[in-house]
Nanobody, 113 residues
Framework: QVQLVESGGGLVQPGGSLRLSCAAS????????MSWYRQALGKQRELVAT???????NYADSVKGRFTISRDNAKNTVYLQMNQLKPEDTAVYYC???????WGQGTQVTVSS
């Protein structure tokens, strides 16, 4: 079955950086796009970034120029490098394969001084 395990979250000061990882299994990872979403407390889940199976990337306007999505098909892992973090980036971050209606447990990112 599909499994998605996110990691790498934590507490960071404004302006800092974090790198999230998502280990995927149960499907042919290299054949599908992968996305990162986030959900802040009391808000709807929103799409942050997507990478196609071929490596084409797209970002929400709010993170363009600060976040970078990448993938390692040999490791079945998708990454989200987050730089210049802001308090409004605080949320639980989830990875997802758009092909499947399955969510992992997410990883908490808190940006605060």
């Amino acid at each position: 079955q599909v499994q998605l395990v996110e990691s790498g979250g934590g507490l960071v000061q404004p302006g800092g950086s974090l790198r999230l990882s998502c280990a995927a299994s149960g499907f042919t990872f290299s054949s599908y796009a992968m996305s990162w979403y986030r959900q802040a407390l009391g808000k709807q889940r929103e799409l942050v970034a997507t990478i196609s199976f071929g490596g084409t990337t797209n970002y929400a306007d709010s993170v363009k120029g600060r976040f970078t999505i990448s993938r390692d098909n040999a490791k079945n892992t998708v990454y989200l490098q987050m730089n210049q973090l802001k308090p409004e980036d605080t949320a639980v971050y989830y990875c997802k394969c758009p092909r499947y209606n399955f969510w992992g447990q997410g990883t908490q990112v808190t940006v605060s001084s």
